[in-house]
């Protein structure tokens, strides 16, 4: 049984044109049901369709005017860390300049270790390293035995 | 397939930049029509549109996943529109003057200008809020439900002004079929 009477269905039709699937949700159902039963009502429909087209090819810019397209808007702030790190280095994939630093790091150590000898059994490496800690203590430490 | 909306604002909420462009993508167009058809100027459309999306990229984590994203993104665009109508009201706004002082109603305005004006210009002389109701569910894709829910009213609420407006620009265009009609008899005759 219809529960839309077809006065209503002709006061939406006015307030919400003539493409169904546009009028409330709630509405649609009981509206489909009338139509089927009142094929009539379709006419309704394709004149406000009608009255649609024309107010629709107004919602667009106008055709000689471009938007600009959006580019600056994504600010630091309330960014994930992803997203920061995304920013950061935007040219590819985080693992690159990750990767990058890590074997820099090795080839460093490596290079240390290999071509490294310091003199640590002579006076003058312990001399070195009591001028080290007093720098940085700021204080005479030659009483305490290193 | 493409991601819905709600999708693409989830991905968002987390930091997608890619979701973002194409949320941009999809609905930067219509936001920037809307902005344009509602505050009758090119740059200031274009500050509601960056400003919209500005907003959805920095308010998305606060976003409820239970709403519609398209309300929401255009919620945003409605409430930047109605800031810089009220931060304008001052000095401009005819359709608003007339309404509120009693003077010349829309239709009387447009019938001394009928000559040079057209629907587009009827639909400027609406009332701010049938303006704003008939600009958004205009849009493509835009069902009633979204655009009640982005202006923040009940969809009785939106059916009453779109009934309004509808009913305006119909008589609008009426009397200027009506104008163009007796004209062309009056030429005939001479």
Same mark, same amino acid.
């Given at each position: 049984?219809?529960?839309?009477?077809?006065?209503?269905?002709?006061?939406?039709?006015?307030?919400?044109?003539?493409?169904?699937?546009?009028?409330?949700?709630?509405?649609?159902?009981?509206?489909?049901?009338?139509?089927?039963?009142?094929?009539?009502?379709?006419?309704?429909?394709?004149?406000?369709?009608?009255?649609?087209?024309?107010?629709?090819?107004?919602?667009?810019?106008?055709?000689?005017?471009?938007?600009?397209?959006?580019?600056?808007?994504?600010?630091?702030?309330?960014?994930?860390?992803?997203?920061?790190?995304?920013?950061?280095?935007?040219?590819?994939?985080?693992?690159?300049?990750?990767?990058?630093?890590?074997?820099?790091?090795?080839?460093?150590?490596?290079?240390?270790?290999?071509?490294?000898?310091?003199?640590?059994?002579?006076?003058?490496?312990?001399?070195?390293?009591?001028?080290?800690?007093?720098?940085?203590?700021?204080?005479?430490?030659?009483?305490?035995?290193? | 397939? &493409?991601?819905?909306?709600?999708?693409?604002?989830?991905?968002?909420?987390?930091?997608?930049?890619?979701?973002?462009?194409?949320?941009?993508?999809?609905?930067?167009?219509?936001? &920037?029509?809307?902005?344009? #058809?509602?505050?009758?100027?090119?740059?200031?459309?274009?500050?509601?549109?960056?400003?919209?999306?500005? #907003?959805?990229? &920095?308010?998305?984590?606060?976003?409820?996943?239970?709403?519609?994203?398209?309300?929401?993104?255009?919620?945003?665009?409605?409430?930047?529109?109605?800031?810089?109508?009220?931060?304008?009201?001052?000095?401009?706004?005819?359709?608003?003057?007339?309404?509120?002082?009693?003077?010349?109603?829309?239709?009387?305005?447009?019938?001394?200008?009928? &000559?040079?004006?057209?629907?587009?210009?009827?639909?400027?002389?609406?009332?701010?809020?049938? #303006?704003?109701?008939?600009?958004?569910?205009?849009?493509?894709?835009?069902?009633?439900?979204?655009?009640?829910?982005?202006?923040?009213?009940?969809?009785?609420?939106?059916?009453?002004?779109?009934?309004?407006?509808?009913?305006?620009?119909?008589?609008?265009?009426?009397?200027?079929?009506?104008?163009?009609?007796?004209?062309?008899?009056?030429?005939? #005759?001479?």
């Amino acid at each position: 049984m219809t529960t839309m009477s077809e006065a209503r269905f002709r006061e939406l039709a006015d307030a919400f044109g003539g493409d169904l699937s546009k009028w409330p949700e709630r509405e649609r159902p009981a509206a489909m049901q009338l139509l089927g039963e009142a094929p009539r009502l379709n006419a309704v429909l394709s004149e406000e369709s009608v009255f649609d087209i024309e107010i629709e090819a107004l919602m667009g810019a106008p055709d000689n005017i471009e938007f600009t397209p959006v580019f600056d808007v994504r600010a630091p702030s309330g960014i994930s860390a992803q997203g920061l790190l995304s920013m950061l280095w935007p040219f590819g994939g985080i693992w690159q300049p990750a990767a990058g630093l890590v074997a820099a790091s090795a080839a460093g150590f490596i290079f240390g270790m290999t071509f490294t000898d310091l003199p640590s059994d002579t006076v003058t490496a312990k001399n070195d390293q009591i001028t080290i800690v007093e720098r940085a203590l700021g204080a005479d430490v030659t009483e305490i035995d290193l | 397939m &493409s991601e819905s909306d709600n999708e693409l604002l989830c991905l968002v909420a987390n930091g997608g930049q890619t979701a973002f462009d194409r949320l941009v993508a999809r609905h930067q167009g219509p936001i &920037s029509a809307f902005a344009y #058809r509602i505050l009758g100027n090119m740059t200031d459309a274009e500050d509601v549109s960056q400003e919209t999306f500005g #907003r959805v990229w &920095s308010h998305a984590p606060r976003w409820n996943p239970d709403g519609k994203a398209k309300s929401w993104i255009y919620r945003i665009a409605h409430n930047l529109c109605i800031d810089r109508l009220r931060a304008r009201r001052p000095t401009v706004d005819i359709a608003d003057q007339e309404i509120e002082d009693g003077s010349p109603n829309p239709e009387q305005v447009l019938s001394r200008k009928r &000559s040079e004006t057209g629907l587009r210009d009827a639909v400027a002389l609406l009332p701010e809020r049938q #303006r704003i109701a008939i600009s958004l569910f205009h849009l493509k894709d835009m069902t009633a439900d979204e655009a009640a829910e982005a202006m923040g009213i009940s969809v009785d609420a939106l059916e009453s002004l779109l009934r309004r407006a509808r009913k305006k620009l119909k008589e609008i265009m009426q009397h200027q079929e009506g104008g163009a009609i007796s004209k062309a008899a009056i030429g005939e #005759r001479q």
